[in-house]
């Protein structure tokens, strides 16, 4: 059990229905022939590296009457099929109907009652790319730091 530091308590409270205080990064890939892309394989690799990232599994606890800054704790019920998760980009898959998709994404608030996170695949780009999109609340980890979380699970002698 952790108390969330003030800054990162004030990213929740400055959170309002239209103004959502996650991060959205996006990565445009091309698989190499050779690996064999699948969702599956993306959330079995992801899910024996998860132990490197103890943020990604904790989740929120609020202080009865708010007299204090939430807490994180580890999520007993983690089910990382809610984190991770697959989306289609319609044809012809190129920029502008990959941001529809990713806007979409941005647009719906994280669920408090999870760890605050999600790993988006869009399929379906043209020419055989696939986008990686994370989305990521402000209290989780700054943009230095996810960089930090993610450099260890994507180390290739993993």
Known sequence: MERLAGI????????TPTLHMHTI???VLRPAPDVG???????ADLRARLHLLPPFRRRLVEVPFGFHHPLWIEDATFDLDHHVRCAVVPAPGG???????VSEIASVPLDRRHPLWEL???EGLAGGRVAAVGKIHHAVADGV???????NVM????
Do not use: C, Q
């Open 37 to 43: 892309y699948s969702i599956e394989r993306v959330k």
């Open 95 to 101: 920029s502008r109907e990959m941001d529809a998709v």
């Open 8 to 15: 990162d308590a004030s990213f929740l409270y400055a959170e």
């Open 25 to 27: 990064k996006v990565a």
């Open 145 to 151: 730091a996810v960089a930090g979380l993610l450099a």
């Open 120 to 122: 988006w695949f869009l």
């Open 155 to 158: 180390a290739p002698d993993m």
